[in-house]
């Protein structure tokens, strides 16, 4: 079931028509009503499940979309995690609230549990799952189901966003119409066609002969292709997100790898998956961070990214956290694992580098 929906996901990010289906079964997780998906960069884009699309109509054309501050609140936070509205609220504040009390409550529904994506292309992503309010606050099991989904999530929503929600004609026009580099490549890694964008980046694409492919930054290019072999295993805990450094170990790109699957092949043909590479930092996106981009980061693991990038020691992690020095240390692990680096020092002066490279 897992591994299946997982497909369809993916199968989203370039068929917009398959993501209503999906939402209602990312909504089943958590024993909710329905699900929705909104993007904005230059214009709001959305689409919803069946169940509650008529609701969310009423929501973006009557005016409540302006009003809510739910997506404000999500899009605020560092954490890779859905939130529900506990985590910002009393209960007497949300009873207050006029979206709720006059909007959401009347139309029977008033939970959810969301998560907002802040994506250095400028592309701001939110998906939430609404719950019936007669059926309670959307609980922390449900919550971990849907973290369990979020990366798959995360990488689909930021190809159907950069294409506003459209399918394309083929391939071609969606590379362009995504205008990022990036490539679609065979499972050996040979490269079935390529963006202008990713042409132009000989820095850290090498062209390798017999139509290969390989990335300048060596840790990145294991990645790649653990990251490919990993898509025809369908393993559980595969890494599908990491940096991409220059010649400096500064970290230009993070690189997600996006699995091509069920009717996506309409439009990408035979490819198995597509690469694309987002800039950590420009000027369309001052406030972009490392850790916001990789999507296969865990709450948990983000936190212990955090301290690490402020100096503490895994120890005060863990009495901060009031979790045992163990666990912080196989997380410690797993971070390092998912951005390439070999010791603690390492992701220290990565996070720093970001953080001293990012333009105010």
């Not at 909007?103 to 969301?114: D, H, I, K, T």
């Amino acid at each position: 079931m897992q591994n299946d929906l997982v497909d369809r996901i993916y199968e989203c990010s370039v068929v917009p028509e398959a993501w209503p289906a999906v939402l209602d079964d990312v909504a089943a997780l958590a024993n909710a009503t329905g699900g929705l998906l909104f993007s904005a960069q230059k214009a709001l884009n959305w689409t919803a499940s069946e169940s509650v699309s008529d609701v969310f109509a009423s929501y973006v054309n009557d005016g409540w979309f302006g009003k809510c501050s739910r997506r404000v609140c999500l899009m605020s936070q560092d954490a890779p995690s859905f939130f529900v509205e506990h985590d910002f609220w009393s209960e007497d504040e949300i009873d207050a609230d006029p979206v709720y009390r006059d909007f959401f409550r009347p139309r029977g529904l008033g939970w959810s549990a969301g998560t907002g994506l802040q994506v250095p292309t400028g592309d701001n992503i939110v998906f939430s799952v609404e719950r019936a309010f007669a059926d309670g606050p959307v609980d922390s099991a449900s919550v971990a189901r849907l973290n369990a989904i979020r990366p798959h999530l995360a990488r689909s929503a930021l190809v159907s966003a950069r294409l506003q929600l459209k399918r394309a004609q083929g391939a071609t026009e969606a590379l362009t119409a995504l205008q990022l580099p990036a490539l679609l490549l065979k499972p050996s890694g040979e490269i079935a066609e390529a963006s202008l964008l990713a042409q132009e980046l000989g820095d850290h694409i090498v062209w390798a002969a017999h139509g290969h492919v390989r990335l300048a930054d060596r840790q990145a290019d294991r990645m790649l292709a653990d990251a490919l072999g990993a898509i025809g295993r369908d393993a559980a805990d595969d890494v599908r997100s990491f940096p991409l450094r220059d010649a400096d170990g500064i970290p230009a790109y993070v690189a997600h790898v996006i699995p091509v699957r069920r009717s996506a092949h309409d439009v990408f043909g035979d490819s198995f998956a597509l690469l694309l590479l987002v800039p950590v930092a420009s000027d369309r996106a001052p406030s972009a961070t490392l850790m916001k981009s990789l999507f296969d980061l865990t709450p948990s693991e983000a936190r212990v990214a955090q301290g690490i990038a402020g100096g503490a020691t895994p120890e005060a992690i863990a009495a901060e956290g009031e979790v045992a020095i163990s666990t912080v240390r196989t997380q410690l692990r797993r971070v390092l694992e998912k951005t390439g680096c070999a010791r603690q020092a390492d992701l220290a002066a990565l996070l720093a580098r970001i953080g001293a490279t990012a333009p105010r």
